[in-house]
């Protein structure tokens, strides 16, 4: 059995787009998200509740299969393949979300099989097939996604089919979900169409690119500036320009070029590190955040936009432009960082 989430159309009419993509199967009903006004010291800080959006599949990367997944689903896939880290919300949301459509999903996840699975590899497990992979072998993610494609359409059924999704749900229709997002958020009902920054957390980036898509096509004075944690600014323009030209090439003339037009600026975050390095002021920070504000952030991700938004608004204040941040959810990741660090809670 399946369970239909979706949804033809929108409500918002697409005439800046040709053809009109927001015409078309998505995964959740609405693109509506709860907007919370939390009032801090040097102003009021408006947060995109998207990590709120599911029970399990709550931020972002259910934004990124709003339109990808039935895309894969009409396309006739039985299966998919992705990879992720052991507490990767990608590979648990893609897991839970192709469940419910009827779709198998393969997980290809870097490292050993823990004693204790929590969090988000929890409900990976729950959800989807898991194989591990050594580091080495993960490193090269080209060849280790070709190697168990062919593994798994070897030993499938001649009648199934298999989509190979990148890392992180880094593909063209990833975008489409995003930019869905933000014509809403430009409706009165929301934020309304007023300047404003818009801040995220960023792995692989494809959230701020769609998002900065979405703003540019619909012709908003808003910028999105995405926190990078998982790589250096050269990765993340060139994931930018990767993108971009891919999604031009699918679903518009294939001509247009959006790589530098977009509204977006990559910035550090507040306290640079290694991806998945965590600070004990980390852990204290998350704690002040639900303890003082009721929201609750994770200090691998959200905990980055968190700070960054809360300078942003410093600066902002005094410009007229409202301080905007996407919550892209990951608090089931707090599991992890309390098996690597009980003390520290």
């Known amino acids: 059995a399946t369970t239909d989430h979706s949804t033809v159309g929108d409500t918002i009419p697409v005439e800046s787009l040709h053809p009109p ?55 006739g ?21 192709c469940a419910e459509q009827g779709i198998r999903a393969h997980l290809l996840v870097r490292g050993e099989r823990p004693a ?9 497990r729950m959800y989807g097939q898991v194989t591990y992979v050594k580091r080495s072998e993960y490193a ?31 593909e063209p229709a990833a ?28 792995g692989t980036g494809t959230t701020a690119i769609g998002l900065a898509l979405g703003m540019h096509l619909a012709g908003l004075q808003w910028r999105v500036r995405g926190v990078m944690l998982a790589g250096p600014l050269s990765y993340y323009h060139e994931q930018q320009t990767m993108l971009t030209s ?22 550090e975050r507040p306290r640079p590190r290694r991806f998945g390095k965590v600070f004990r002021e980390d852990v204290i920070a998350c704690q002040q955040a639900a303890q003082e504000h009721g929201i609750l952030v994770d200090p691998i991700y ?17 410009r007229n432009f409202r301080v905007v941040m996407l919550h892209t959810g990951g608090a089931l990741g707090l599991q992890g960082v309390a098996q690597r660090y009980p003390d520290w809670f």
């Open 21 to 75: 993509l927001l015409d078309r199967a998505w995964l959740l009903k609405s693109p509506n998200t709860g907007i919370r006004k939390v009032a801090l010291e040097i102003g009021q800080l408006l947060v995109v509740q998207d990590d709120l959006l599911h029970p399990i599949l709550g931020g972002n990367k259910l934004r990124k299969l709003d339109a990808l997944l039935p895309e894969v689903k009409a396309s």
């Open 77 to 97: 896939c039985t299966d998919l393949l992705t990879c992720g880290g052991l507490q990767s919300a990608h590979t648990a949301a893609v897991a839970a979300a």
């Open 116 to 124: 204790v699975p929590t969090g988000f590899h929890l409900l990976a």
């Open 140 to 170: 090269d993610r080209k060849a280790m996604m070709t190697k168990h494609a062919n593994l798994i359409s070897r030993s499938a059924p001649p009648s199934s089919k298999l989509h190979v999704l990148p890392e992180g749900g880094c």
């Open 175 to 202: 975008l489409l979900g995003c930019i869905r997002l933000v014509r809403w958020l430009a409706q009165p009902e929301a934020v309304g169409p007023r300047p404003l920054t818009l801040i995220v957390d960023c």
């Open 246 to 267: 891919a999604f031009a090439a699918k679903y518009m003339s294939g001509t247009e070029v959006f790589g530098k037009m977009l509204p977006l600026d990559w910035v």
């Open 302 to 318: 959200s905990l980055a936009a968190w700070e960054a938004a809360t300078q942003a608004l410093q600066v902002q204040q005094s």
